[in-house]
């Protein structure tokens, strides 16, 4: 009896409400970036060309993979304990944002809600590669590695709800420049900081630079090039909506196909 009182004595007493932070060394950047993934995740989730007959545990479950998945990979890479484990206000804010994303259902008023989703997404974007960034230099990372860690903690949410929902990743087709505005607004962020020695202004700068290309690209329909394909391949474009001139004169016919339009009563089909 005196030995397990002795073991337990000797272990370590369990953590129930600390670590809370809201602000701190790019903390504030960081929860921003993960509430907006977060709620990404659940709109995505939500999104007819993702949407997998998910419950509602699966619907926050894919915001906590959208939210803290990138953040976690990038921790994950550096041999650190992920900040989204030690500080509570990381899931916290992920489930009451993935809450929020599962409230915005798909029904009347899609187009507003994709268009909704898109400029969260090139909200939470630059912000995400900011941050990842700037832990890589942090840890002494040479500048290819944190323009890696740029991209890894911007687009990873993406990628693991893209496969969660069988559906090809985001960063491996053709797209308004997802992976390259990450890489842009940790170069930035890099190029300014070392100019300026003030991560703050780095990180405004390259904010502003990397949301304007991003928002740019999807409203001007700009798209990363195909690669090369051999003869009798045949081009298919993707069911991705867009935003700006590619949904401006579409049919009804054509928002169908991009998941675009939702008709309330589906008509039966007579015997």
């Avoid at 809370?20 to 060309?49: C, E, H, K, M, V």
């Avoid at 991560?199 to 690209?217: E, M, P």
């Avoid at 004169?249 to 089909?269: F, H």
Wanted: aromatic fraction near 12%.
């Amino acid at each position: 009896m005196l030995d397990v009182s002795l073991a337990l004595a000797s272990t370590a007493p369990v953590t129930w409400f600390t670590g809370w932070d809201l602000t701190g060394n790019f903390t504030t950047i960081d929860l921003i970036a993960a509430s907006t993934s977060s709620l990404n995740g659940a709109l995505l989730a939500r999104r007819p060309d993702h949407f997998k007959n998910f419950t509602i545990v699966g619907i926050l479950a894919m915001a906590l993979l959208g939210g803290l998945g990138g953040g976690i990979t990038r921790d994950v890479l550096l041999a650190d304990v992920p900040v989204a484990l030690t500080n509570p206000a990381y899931i916290t804010l992920a489930l009451a944002f993935g809450v929020l994303g599962y409230l915005l259902a798909y029904a009347q008023g899609q187009l507003f809600r994709e268009g909704l989703f898109e400029f969260m997404t090139s909200f939470a974007l630059p912000w995400y590669a900011i941050v990842g960034t700037q832990i890589g230099v942090e840890h002494g990372i040479p500048v290819l590695g944190c323009l890696l860690l740029a991209v890894v903690t911007a687009t990873a949410g993406r990628y693991y709800v893209d496969l969660s929902s069988a559906v090809t990743p985001k960063q491996f087709i053709r797209g308004e420049w997802f992976v390259p505005t990450a890489m842009v607004a940790g170069a930035v962020w890099i190029l300014v900081y070392w100019a300026s020695a003030n991560t703050w202004v780095a990180a405004a700068v390259a904010f502003v630079i990397g949301y304007a290309l991003r928002v740019a690209a999807m409203w001007w329909a700009w798209e990363e090039p195909l690669a090369s394909a051999p003869k009798g391949v045949y081009l298919h474009e993707g069911a991705r909506p867009q935003l700006g001139r590619k949904l401006k004169g579409k049919s009804p016919s054509e928002l169908r196909a991009l998941g675009l339009l939702v008709e309330e009563d589906q008509p039966t089909s007579e015997p």
